[in-house]
């Protein structure tokens, strides 16, 4: 099948370089960033863009738009890996709209449009008889929604909770294990590149609660919106906190939880036994599902990155190429 | 039990060996009484669903157990606060727990770092059942609240 890629980051280009190295039935048809964009149905030469991307900063030419990709049958599945805006979605909500209404299938990191217009989205991908797919925009690698709807399907899940977001599960890691203090633990984070420059997003807890609010609608389709979520974040812990928890063999983390049945969605620290399977160190994040069959299950792996962002795009390809790409 | 030494010590070792908690002892001797037996009253905390294990220990040891009285459910649960703990009042935080009647502050360590620095404390709340701890902890949400406090709950605290 052809893809278009909007957005041509990080996550973009690692995308583009997956596809051109795997022999998996898929060809890059168009790319765009912020400010060019190339389209070649016939298929782009990959290796040719990344390097004028690398040279240039541009990865097309500034004549064609990403509305032109839009509006073209060049493609057939849309990747929409443009940067978030949590507060509008756009522009990536309009363009993911268009693409939709035009009959593609669409695969998406972007948190922006399916925490605030999921229902929306699902419901004009359905009128359009193609599908939406988001694996990218809740924990990075882990298949946390492939998990939910193909894996354990059946099962009736109770209850889901987890760490959401790997930045403050690093500050938190390193908090307990080096008795370091908030501040330090962040700057470190800083240094590291696994904070920004401004982690309000992060330790107040609004990415963690923007995951769930996807996975409340997704999953249990309860129309719920960021408001909806109690967020405490991570900014006021202090290491004597973790200590006294410590002391009887717990700790604190950021913990994102979902109980459809007490109406439950909240972000908070909260003391959980360092036994406890997730328990996970520095910026792993970590998911367990209660379910009436299964069980508990956990999934724990990197919740962020190009490559594990990658990983998650491209499973969700592969899956509408299985399940809708020998239709024609 | 036999009123003879070393008796009364004997029913209490079968409780700490399970690790249970002996709250009273109410042993009293009554000149009357005849047969050289006495009365012990013990009041204890032991884990849920030993009861019988000790009953039969007893048993075993030729005590017989007259009467069990109130068997209570136990629940203990932990928090931790962090914040200005004393400017605030620990002492009305504690008393708001409890003045419920149905749960209480079981235990309290705080850790007061420089002045003007938050502290940060464990507390934990004992009630007999569930329900009453999460009311607890409920008061203690609102609380948190009023004076902005911030409350870590445990994981399971649902």
């Known amino acids: 099948m052809r893809i278009a890629i909007i957005g041509f980051g990080s996550v973009g280009r690692g995308v583009a370089e997956a596809i051109a190295d795997n022999q998996n039935g898929l060809t890059v048809t168009a790319v765009a960033d912020s400010k060019s964009a190339a389209i070649d149905e016939s298929g782009l030469n990959i290796a040719e863009i990344l390097r004028n991307k690398a040279e240039t900063g541009i990865c097309g030419s500034p004549d064609i738009t990403v509305s032109d990709i839009i509006s073209s049958d060049a493609y057939d599945i849309l990747v929409e890996v443009s940067p978030t805006n949590a507060e509008t979605a756009e522009p990536a909500l309009g363009y993911i709209r268009g693409a939709l209404a035009g009959g593609k299938y669409v695969v998406t990191s972007n948190k922006g449009p399916i925490a605030l217009k999921f229902e929306e989205l699902h419901a004009l991908a359905e009128a359009h008889g193609v599908t939406l797919r988001y694996e990218a925009t809740v924990c990075g690698a882990i298949p946390l929604i492939h998990t939910i709807e193909h894996g354990i399907a059946g099962n009736e899940i109770s209850r889901l909770y987890g760490i959401f977001n790997g930045t403050c599960n690093y500050i938190l890691t390193r908090m307990a294990e080096e008795g370091l203090t908030y501040q330090q633990a962040l700057l470190e984070a800083r240094e590291l590149g696994y904070a920004e420059a401004d982690p309000t997003y992060d330790v107040q807890g609004i990415d963690a609660a923007i995951k769930l609010v996807i996975l409340a609608n997704a999953v249990w389709g309860m129309k719920k919106c960021l408001d909806d979520v109690d967020i405490i974040g991570i900014d006021r812990v202090t290491s004597a906190a973790i200590a006294l928890a410590e002391k009887e063999d717990q700790t604190i983390r950021l913990i994102g939880e979902i109980d459809p049945a007490d109406d439950i969605l909240r972000v908070s620290p909260r003391i959980i036994p360092k036994s406890h399977p997730l328990v996970v160190r520095d910026t792993l994040n970590a998911v367990t599902i209660e379910t009436d069959l299964a069980g508990e299950i956990t999934l724990i792996g990197k919740g962020a990155g190009s490559s594990e962002t990658a990983s998650a795009i491209l499973s969700d390809l592969l899956f509408i190429c299985d399940c809708y790409g020998r239709r024609d | ?158």
């Open chain 2, 1 to 158: 039990m036999k009123d003879s030494p070393g008796q009364l010590v004997a029913a209490l070792k079968p409780i700490s060996d399970m690790g249970g908690n002996i709250l009273s002892v109410i042993h009293e001797r009554d000149p009357e009484a005849d047969g050289g037996l006495l009365d012990v009253q013990i009041m204890c905390e032991i884990s849920e669903g030993t009861l019988d294990t000790l009953l039969s220990q007893y048993r075993s040891q030729g005590i017989s157990v007259l009467r069990v009285g109130e068997e209570r459910f136990l629940v203990r649960r932990s928090i931790i606060l962090i914040g200005h703990l004393i400017h605030t009042d620990i002492s009305d935080t504690i008393d708001k727990i409890d003045s419920t009647g149905y749960a209480e502050v079981h235990e309290l360590s705080m850790v007061m770092p420089a002045i003007n620095e938050p502290s940060s404390a464990k507390m934990t709340i004992k009630s007999d059942c569930i329900t009453d701890v999460n009311r607890a902890l409920a008061i203690l949400r609102d609380v948190a609240r009023e004076k902005e406090l911030l409350i870590i709950e445990s994981l399971e605290g649902n």
